[in-house]
């Protein structure tokens, strides 16, 4: 008798398990499809910030070909919609081509005119499907793919160094427990003259 | 507050997977605790039960995805899965048919409180991944590639028997097999399953822990002690987690098992019927540990070895006895001063000194409880620190010569292990304490127990204070290489550049061994991620090249290298350098923390 009510509640258990993560899937792809709609208010843009995730932040901007801009924007919603980015500077305005990272839903970069160091400009984020103002800000572009220079205490090698190459198909190179990359060598022996560095860092917990 | 936030923010993105994941691995601990009944029967309780079946529980899941991986027979699609589910399911009936369900032995609270501890561990090991973009550090980029190469096997209906492997000398695939078999896997979000497994895994890896303590001094309150202090008493073994150390972190749990079925059998004079299945299941148990992470049947030969030592030592006259004490105090004082003198070994003690003193500490008086009351396996646990520590000094090549610079044991994998034995003394002095207070009130006109009870809840409530007060659920910032400006490179990487473009990353040697040999390069920023991600072949080279040398262009050049790749840690090239010879190299990408030169200055541009 107790083996049959074991058993029955496994079943049960499991078929609940079954019927919630069903459930719960249908569900998500709905989220996914509807996303923000035009009734939903507008979202304020601003810098990210570590401490209060907006739902739409601008992470950094940058340059490609030095010759356009790239806006870094982060979601925190995996399904928000596709959207395009029309950007204002002194009264012009310029449209941005947008794109989700694959595989990364909550990265999305956007790619238009110019933008430089110091420069107000007025952004406003429309949905691609019927152009309907999701999010819009004002900001200063007090960075621009500038990061901070690094200096460490290591040589500059001074002869050709030892080298490594792994291929971009499906062949992992990777050798016994710990993964490294394969090593291939120049003709020249290396000198690697630096501060000795541990692989895995200084464990000293933060 | 935030901790709460973001663990629901996780819960609520990836409720699937973890549903998944949580159900997989449901199904695996109800097939070992069938196993395990049929065997101990009503000797064990609930709680002990729900321990041991825990340790046991990814057996099933890893042998059933070698079955599915093994198969070549038909086409496989993402349902195919639902075959391995589909015999798990009907060994789990057949099972429940055979075994003897007895009444439940012991307290039902300290079931429901070790459940209690799992459930809410899986939900603090879960805020880990709110501020964690991809799988930490250069591991992981590693580990995601052979799942991904797996995938590439089960969607072409190829079986792993017959195919070559990514790499003839990466030999445990038990935690890639096992991951790739998971249906969110099969649908593509492997990445988040990756991270999501891992997290389930850290919470699982303290509950096994139980069932040893709890059996051997019969108190719940001491295996939960041990519970608490394997979770969060130091920042090991979840630290790992931040090296990407997946696999020899699932082998904790299948190497506890192991361990527990070991004890069982030495603990239980089992009916002749049933001995066979002394040997079945830890014979399954150490070829499964073997399949995940290499070394940790090692670890098992360790704690064996020290096991039938503890019994010979116990055993041997009180001047042997006694000579043995100050050999192996010796011992460990030479291995603590060697271990000291050595830049790449030291950091092997930070978890247990440097930041967790106070509960090492807390666990050595305890040890002298312990050993009053439970000397053989106080002893035993005392000589498995000392031989992991040995370990550390013993050249593989005793073994095999072909792996001449390794030891037998790597530095981080016995700076995650030390918390085990560590663990089990305190639940043992633990245990020792309750019963000196219990011992005492047996005595005319003494009435001690007032002072016992309050010195268990002392005990207890610091520990799980403590642990609380000190612990950091969040990555920690040493192995975050990837930055969401890396994501957009990758991405403008796969939509810019030829498929043949070969990249030039960061690198720098491995160093987790006593010797001065090469262990190979790993990659230092992002940059290593790039071939998973970008799909472009990587070309390494130690992060300190100088790229304002002509040597270096001319390397470069007859390399056939195109781009070099700056991520945003502080051991990537330095931009600086390129920007000050415009000639050779211009700059075709960037964003703060990511850079993409394109190469000019070979004699064919």
């Known amino acids: ?206 | 507050m935030n901790l709460l936030l973001d663990g629901w923010l996780v819960v609520f993105n990836n409720w699937s997977i973890l549903a998944w994941i949580l159900l997989v691995i449901f199904l695996g601990y109800t097939i070992t605790l069938s196993v395990l009944k049929i065997i101990f029967k009503d000797t064990l309780t609930a709680a002990e039960y729900f321990s041991f079946g825990l340790a046991g529980s990814l057996l099933p899941f890893l042998f059933g995805s070698i079955f599915i991986f093994s198969l070549n027979h038909f086409q496989r699609t993402d349902l195919s899965l639902l075959i391995p589910l589909a015999l798990l399911s009907l060994a789990l009936v057949f099972l429940q048919h055979k075994a003897q369900i007895q009444p439940v032995q012991g307290s039902r609270s300290t079931l429901t409180v070790l459940i209690l501890i799992f459930c809410v561990s899986i939900f603090l090991r879960l805020v880990f991944i709110s501020e964690a973009i991809t799988p930490l550090y250069f591991d992981s980029a590693e580990h995601y590639r052979i799942i991904r190469y797996l995938l590439g096997i089960y969607r072409n209906s190829q079986s792993i028997l017959q195919i070559s492997l990514p790499d003839s000398r990466y030999y445990h695939l038990g935690f890639h097999l096992m991951t790739a078999a998971l249906p969110s896997s099969i649908q593509w979000y492997v990445m988040d399953s990756m991270m999501i497994f891992g997290q389930i895994i850290l919470a699982m890896i303290p509950i096994p822990v139980f069932f040893i303590v709890r059996h051997e001094t019969s108190s719940d309150k001491a295996g939960l002690l041990a519970v608490l202090l394997a979770s969060f008493g130091w920042y090991m073994p979840a630290y790992a987690v931040n090296w990407g150390k997946y696999p020899a972190l699932t082998s904790l749990i299948i190497l506890q098992f192991v361990l527990n079925i070991g004890y069982a059998a030495f603990r239980f004079n089992l009916s002749p019927s049933t001995q066979w299945k002394k040997y079945i299941l830890p014979g399954l148990g150490i070829a499964a540990a073997g399949l995940i992470h290499t070394r940790s049947v090692l670890v098992i030969g360790i704690v064996f070895a020290a096991w039938i030592i503890a019994k010979w030592w116990l055993n041997s006259p009180k001047w042997i006895q006694l000579l043995l004490l100050f050999l192996t105090l010796g011992g460990f004082l030479a291995e603590y001063f060697l271990i000291q003198s050595n830049d790449v070994l030291k950091v092997v003690f930070d978890p247990y000194v440097q930041s967790g003193y106070v509960l090492t500490g807390l666990v050595a008086l305890l040890s002298i409880a312990a050993y009053q009351t439970f000397p053989r396996l106080t002893l035993a646990s005392f000589l498995v620190i000392l031989f992991l520590l040995a370990s550390l000094f013993i050249p593989v090549n005793i073994l095999s010569a072909r792996y001449g610079y390794q030891t037998i044991l790597d530095r981080p994998f016995v700076e995650m292990l030390l918390y085990l034995p560590l663990s089990l003394l305190g639940g043992l002095g633990f245990a020792g304490v309750e019963q000196y207070f219990h011992s005492t009130e047996q005595k005319p006109g003494y009435s001690n127990k007032p002072t016992g009870v309050l010195i268990s809840a002392f005990l207890l409530g610091f520990v799980f204070l403590y642990s609380f007060t000190n612990y950091n659920f969040r990555p920690s910032d040493c192995c975050k290489i990837v930055s969401s400006d890396d994501l957009i490179a990758f991405d403008w990487i796969k939509r810019n550049l030829p498929i043949d473009a070969q990249i030039l990353i960061a690198t720098t040697e491995l160093n987790v061994f006593t010797s001065t040999s090469s262990e190979g390069f790993t990659g230092t920023d992002a940059g290593i991620w790039i071939p998973s991600l970008a799909g472009r072949p990587i070309f390494g080279a130690p992060y300190a090249l100088n790229f304002g040398k002509q040597s270096t262009l001319d390397m470069l050049c007859e390399q056939e290298v195109n781009y070099v790749y700056i991520g945003g840690t502080p051991q990537s090239f330095h931009w600086t350098q390129l920007n000050e010879t415009p000639d050779w190299y211009k700059n075709v990408f960037s964003l703060p923390k990511t850079q993409i030169y394109r190469i000019t200055g070979c004699a064919a541009d």
């Open chain 1, 1 to 206: 008798m107790k083996k049959n009510k074991f058993t029955i509640s496994i079943n049960i258990f499991m078929g609940f398990i079954v019927l919630v993560t069903g459930g719960c899937t249908s569900l998500f792809n709905r989220n996914s499809e509807s996303g923000q709609t035009p009734g939903q208010p507008v979202i304020e843009i601003a810098y990210c910030n570590v401490n209060s995730q907006a739902e739409l932040c601008i992470a950094s901007f940058g340059t490609e070909n030095e010759n356009k801009s790239l806006v870094n924007f982060i979601t925190t919603d995996p399904s928000f919609p596709d959207f395009d980015l029309k950007i204002t500077r002194d009264g012009v305005q310029s449209a941005y081509e947008c794109r989700q990272v694959e595989d990364f839903p909550t990265s999305i970069y956007c790619v238009g005119e110019k933008i430089s160091l110091g420069e107000t400009i007025e952004l406003q984020v429309l949905s691609r499907d019927d152009e309907h103002l999701i999010a819009k800000g004002v900001l200063n572009i007090s960075f621009l793919a500038l990061s901070t220079p690094i200096t460490d205490s290591t040589t500059p090698i001074e002869t050709a160094p030892q080298t490594l190459r792994a291929t971009a198909t499906q062949t992992p190179l990777i050798p016994t427990e710990t993964p490294t990359v394969t090593v291939g060598r120049t003709q020249t022996t290396p000198s690697v003259t630096g501060t000795a560095v541990d692989s895995y860092p200084n464990s000293s917990y933060p």
